[in-house]
């Protein structure tokens, strides 16, 4: 499966983007998918998971209550729906998807094999 990210962009403190994951090769309903970001000059680190038809989401306590993950399985696409951006928000944001990640590990980047590029949103003050 590819995986092509987009949707970044720069904007102020208290704004919105959706970012967009558009897979391709496969379908991916069946997939956890998720969301990691990547600070500049940090690790990179979980954001948002979801597991599968019925499960609810898993949020970085971070993010909670400003960011939405959801999937459209006919456009075959992951979706991160932010708002309220904060400036540590600023970051490389990345989309993952795999088939055999178990429910106690949807946090875990080792779980995923299907990466997105990343795409950059930058939160100016």
């Known amino acids: 499966v590819q995986l092509q990210a987009s949707g970044g962009g720069l904007v102020q403190a208290g704004g919105s983007l959706r970012l967009s994951c558009e897979a391709s090769?496969?379908?991916?309903?069946?997939?956890?998918v998720a969301w990691f970001r990547q600070a500049p000059g940090k690790e990179r680190i979980f954001v948002s998971a979801?597991?599968?038809?019925?499960?609810?989401?898993d949020y970085a306590e971070s993010v909670k209550g400003r960011f939405t993950i959801s999937r459209d399985n006919v456009k075959n696409t992951i979706y991160l729906q932010m708002s309220n951006l904060r400036p540590e928000d600023t970051a490389v944001y990345y989309c993952?998807?795999?088939?055999?990640?178990?429910?106690?590990?949807?946090?875990?980047?080792?779980?995923?094999?299907?990466w997105g590029q990343g795409t950059q949103v930058t939160v100016s003050s």
């Open positions: 993952a998807v795999d088939r055999s990640v178990i429910r106690s590990s949807v946090a875990s980047q080792a779980a995923y094999h299907n």
């Open positions: 090769g496969r379908t991916v309903n069946r997939d956890t």
């Open positions: 979801l597991f599968r038809s019925g499960y609810s989401a």
